[in-house]
Each structure stands twice: as structure tokens, then as C-alpha cells.
């Protein structure tokens, strides 16, 4: 056997045995998966059902009600906002190798964080037809108008 594949074969043994000997892990991150896919398919409608009509309509991102409340207020909501994010992007990750939905956390976490150049990202992203004729279906599903995308055409 070549040194790599040994090499291999003893990580997998290792990770088995650690795998055997910790169990309760291994059923905590399979249940938070299970909670957090549960979780995202409830939550990913509503809030693309309340998000504004122009939100992918404008270069610039359109300000929400929570930037208008009290400055303290506002510096709370964004810390928690970015440690939430950062929470499930490490998650995410995680469950790359775990069970669960580790991409969809991964998207989640990214945007709930702040840092520059994401709304370049989510306009990307908005932009294609899969994307926008996702958000759009989910958009009637709820009985909302659909999203407008006039700027960036």
C-alpha cells in the first residue's frame, strides 16, 4: 500500500473511532441538522415574502425599518446579525462533512454577514433566471408581487 493511501485508511480510522466513541456529537449535529433544514424551509419563504418589491432593483441596497431605530440599538442588531452569520457559516461547514444542508448554511450565514462587496454577491446571485424565478415563485406562494429587477437588466 502506498504511503498516502495508508496515510488514508488512518485517518478514516481514526475518525471512526472517534466517531464510536462519541456518539452523543454525531446525534446532536444530526438533530441540529435536521432542526436547521426544518427551520430554513419555514423561515426562507417569509422572509422573501417581506423583503421590498425593488430589493435587487438598485446597485445600492434599499435601507430597512431597523437602520432607523436608536443608534445603540442599531449597533446591537448588527452584532448579533454577524455573530448569527458567523455561527452558521462555521455550521455550514461543518455539515459539509456532517449530516445536513452545509451549502444552504453556508448562504445563510453569508447573508447575514457584513462585508464589502456582498451586495455585489447577492446581485450576482439575483440575477439568474434560477434565482429569480425562485425567488419569484416563493414570492407568489405567499401572495405577494413579484420582485422587480428593472436596473440590472
Request: hydrophobic share 55%.
Amino acid at each position: 500500500m502506498s504511503t498516502a493511501a495508508e496515510s488514508a485508511a488512518s485517518l478514516w480510522e481514526s475518525a471512526r473511532a472517534w466517531a464510536e466513541a462519541h456518539p452523543g456529537v454525531l446525534w446532536g449535529a444530526f438533530t441540529g441538522s435536521i432542526v436547521l433544514l426544518l427551520a430554513s424551509a419555514a423561515l426562507v419563504p417569509f422572509v422573501v415574502g417581506r423583503l421590498p418589491v425593488d430589493e435587487f432593483a438598485h446597485r445600492r441596497a434599499p435601507r430597512h425599518a431597523w437602520h432607523l431605530g436608536h443608534p445603540l440599538l442599531a449597533v446591537a442588531w448588527r452584532v448579533v446579525r454577524n455573530a448569527l452569520g458567523a455561527a452558521f457559516v462555521l455550521a455550514g461547514i461543518a455539515m459539509l462533512v456532517l449530516p445536513g444542508q452545509g451549502l444552504l448554511t453556508i448562504f445563510v450565514g453569508v447573508m447575514l454577514l457584513e462585508f464589502p462587496g456582498k451586495r455585489r454577491l447577492v446581485l450576482q446571485v439575483a440575477r439568474r433566471k434560477t434565482a429569480r424565478r425562485t425567488l419569484n415563485w416563493l414570492r407568489r406562494k405567499r401572495g405577494v408581487p413579484e420582485f422587480v429587477f428593472d436596473e440590472l437588466d
